[in-house]
């Protein structure tokens, strides 16, 4: 189980964006003039991803404009996401494993794979895009040119219908940003139909080498984590193992309907390059932190039970994964809330500004009380971070929510 799923952006990440600019100017150049439409273009195209999606051309790929929004904004910041999480991330990829991207617009996880693990690049590896829009799918290559010249890396894409049945083998299969747009989601809480997540992960089981896995990585909203817990509950029914992030197999506590909290890893944005900051700030999309939900996962043995979770006693070391940013408590405290076996947890720290304490997505080990105190907004029991073995924690009173 791994204990930091989000270590801070390496700095090939960080010079691979920067030098990304010149890239896009080779791959997608741009006249004066749609260089000046290109903050209007970004902005409807977040529109139309976001609250108004039933207003999306289904072949946005494939318009130039659009496109060229998509290259110049949603791919870096796409790019910086998803290789936060590979920095980190334990993919068993050995030489000559096979990666299958449905999906993949213009090559994003290879790049971002590429940009983030320099350990790879000389490790002979199969990537094959596969994407319904032909044009994404060709600058894609052509900024796989541009980027990983002379890689030994086998990369090909593929234009393949949505929903085609039949998928190549793979060692690795990645869906990124793919089911929030299979499965639109909707107003209240409306959630993933669960034949519908079996099908999936039948699919999906057939397509897989021995040992293979499926990554799935959506955005860190509400809809998105609701879609993936479903899928998540579904896998471990038909007796799948979710290799990351959960530290458990029990019910998920931040299913995110209602109120609950739902399930999403959020970092700042400080570092990227200053070319893509100036872009976000003019079209009124600047953000200060990024955000993702994912789910790495492992099949059965065929006719093999459901995975059970984990059970803790009192006293026993609780794997916990971080799950939120830290926010101050009273009397000079901090917290940060945490998925247990055992549900959602409130961990308490002393605000003694000699350590940064974990992180969203870090894994920490607690020793679990008898009768832990209960936050009394979100209901998560309160633990003291770190191994402490036993004591009373006082109640924490604070006024936001998960």
């Known amino acids: 189980m791994q204990d930091r799923l989000l270590p801070p952006a390496p700095a090939s990440l960080l010079q691979g964006l920067e030098g990304l600019a010149a890239a896009l100017e080779v791959v997608q150049p741009l006249r004066a003039r749609h260089r000046a439409q290109l903050p209007g273009e970004v902005a409807r195209l977040s529109e139309w991803l976001t609250t108004a999606r039933d207003e999306l051309p289904r072949d946005y790929l494939s318009r130039p404009a659009l496109l060229s929004a998509y290259l110049y904004y949603f791919l870096p910041w796409n790019l910086f996401r998803q ?80 929903g085609a049945r039949a998928l190549p083998p793979a060692d690795l299969l990645v869906l990124a940003n793919v089911l929030n747009e299979v499965h639109k989601p909707g107003g209240g809480d409306r959630e993933v139909d669960t034949d519908a997540a079996a099908r999936l992960l039948e699919r999906w089981g057939q397509s897989l080498a021995p040992g293979g896995r499926v990554l799935v990585i959506e955005p860190g909203t509400r809809p998105a984590s609701r879609q993936l817990v479903m899928l998540r509950g579904r896998a471990l029914e038909l007796g799948w193992r979710v290799a990351a992030p959960c530290p458990h197999a029990e019910r998920c506590p931040q299913s995110g309907i209602g109120r609950q909290p739902w399930c999403h890893f959020a970092f700042e944005t400080a570092r990227v390059p200053g070319w893509l900051e100036d872009l976000s700030r003019r079209a009124d999309l600047a953000k200060e932190r990024a955000s993702l939900s994912f789910l790495l996962l492992e099949p059965g043995s065929p006719g093999a039970a459901p995975e059970s979770g984990t059970s803790a ?26 998925c247990s076996a055992r549900g959602l947890v409130l961990l308490v720290d002393r605000n003694d500004g000699t350590t940064a304490g974990p992180q969203s997505g870090d894994l920490v080990r607690v020793s679990w009380p008898a009768d832990p105190p209960r936050d009394a907004k979100s209901g998560a029991a309160i633990l003291r971070s770190g191994r402490l073995s036993s004591g009373t924690v006082r109640r924490a009173r604070r006024t936001t929510r998960p």
Do not use: H
Request: aromatic letters at 8%.
């Open 313 to 338: 006693g009192a006293g026993d070391d609780m794997p916990v994964r971080v799950v939120s940013g830290t926010f101050a408590l009273p009397a000079g405290e901090r917290g940060r809330y945490g």
């Open 83 to 162: 290789g936060r999480l590979l920095a980190g991330l334990d993919l068993q990829l050995a030489a000559g494993a096979r990666i299958v991207d449905v999906g993949a617009g213009p090559f994003t996880f290879a790049l971002a794979l590429w940009l983030t693990r320099p350990d790879l690049r000389s490790v002979p590896l199969n990537y094959l895009a596969l994407d319904r829009a032909a044009a994404a799918l060709g600058a894609g290559r052509r900024l796989w040119e541009q980027v990983a010249a002379g890689s030994v890396w086998k990369v090909d894409g593929s234009a393949q219908p949505a």
